[in-house]
């Protein structure tokens, strides 16, 4: 970070305002006196006009009060910053950015690509957000990178998460949902275990898997026979590979297992009643793996 140098123009002001009075004097020595002091104590905003006011009088040392009152933004910039109020250090960057004087224009181009000021900005339009899935989804992405409000995201997440969870899960686990009471108490209880709010989740979806166990036995089931027609169909071909005919191939193996159109057909009118996404997405992914012969019990505990 740049120290801006005042010693030399001061001593420029002081020794013109030595005397009481200022009749051929440069009136623009007080102003820059004045903003260099303003800027000393750490009020950029007042500095700022005051630097303005030295080229309002057409002072000879309007170009160094132009390039002082540039920089002036990014020090505006990194006291924002400093203070948590990223937005507004964002904004005045913006300004900075567009400057003529090189040293500006690269210090806020630098200052703005700084990740705490990025992961600062993403915090604040969390906190803004209305959308509650979306705001702790965000939280969630800045908790787990390496910036300084990694540890206020995940104060966040301490205080509000289990709630929102909860509620989801609420909805979730009632009979005829579109989500999945599994996964919400599941990423409860992973999350904030002492919770109370994770002890609730996780018996309303003991009490969900209870309601689900008979028609999740049922597609089990329906698993096996897949398999079975998957090996049905493989002992045709072999059949007719050794150079039976297709209708004794037919007559051999056909009764082995039912056809695969009502099969597939009653898999997804028995899949649909089981009203939780995790374990249907579960039983499609192991429905196709059935279809290429594979099959691994699943042990699901009765409740």
Not at 60 to 69: F, G, T, W, Y
Not at 99 to 115: G, H, Q, R
Not at 118 to 147: I, N, R, S
């Amino acid at each position: 970070m740049w120290k801006l140098a005042t010693t030399p123009l001061l001593l420029l002001g002081l020794s013109c305002l030595g005397g009481l009075a200022l009749t051929g004097c440069d009136a623009g020595k007080e102003p820059l006196l004045k903003a260099a002091q303003a800027e000393e104590s750490g009020d950029y905003r007042g500095a700022a006009p005051l630097y303005e006011e030295v080229c309002n009088k057409k002072s000879p040392l309007c170009d160094a009060a132009k390039r002082r009152q540039a920089r002036l933004a990014i020090k505006d910039a990194w006291k924002a910053f400093q203070d948590g109020k990223y937005r507004d250090a964002k904004i005045t960057l913006d300004a900075a950015a567009a400057s003529s004087d090189p040293t500006t224009s690269e210090e806020a181009a630098a200052l703005a690509a700084n990740p705490d000021l990025l992961a600062g900005l993403a915090f604040e339009a969390a906190l803004a957000a209305t959308d509650k899935e979306g705001q702790m989804t965000a939280m969630e992405k800045l908790a787990k990178e390496p910036t300084a409000l990694a540890p206020r995201a995940k104060e966040w997440l301490d205080k509000n998460r289990p709630g929102m969870l909860l509620g989801q899960a609420k909805v979730a686990c009632a009979p005829g949902n579109a989500g999945s009471c599994a996964e919400l108490a599941k990423k409860l209880v992973a999350a904030h275990p002492e919770s109370p709010e994770a002890k609730e989740a996780a018996s309303l979806a003991a009490e969900s898997y209870k309601r689900l166990y008979p028609k999740i036995k049922d597609v089990e089931n329906l698993l096996i026979q897949r398999v079975g027609v998957h090996d049905r169909d493989a002992k045709l071909e072999l059949c007719k590979k050794a150079g039976m005919s297709e209708e004794d191939c037919a007559e051999k193996y056909a009764g082995k297992a039912p056809g695969l159109d009502y099969l597939e057909k009653f898999f997804n009118q028995k899949l649909a009643l089981v009203e939780d996404a995790y374990y249907r997405s579960h039983f499609e992914k192991r429905w196709n793996a059935a279809a290429i012969g594979e099959y691994d019990p699943e042990p699901w505990a009765k409740p």
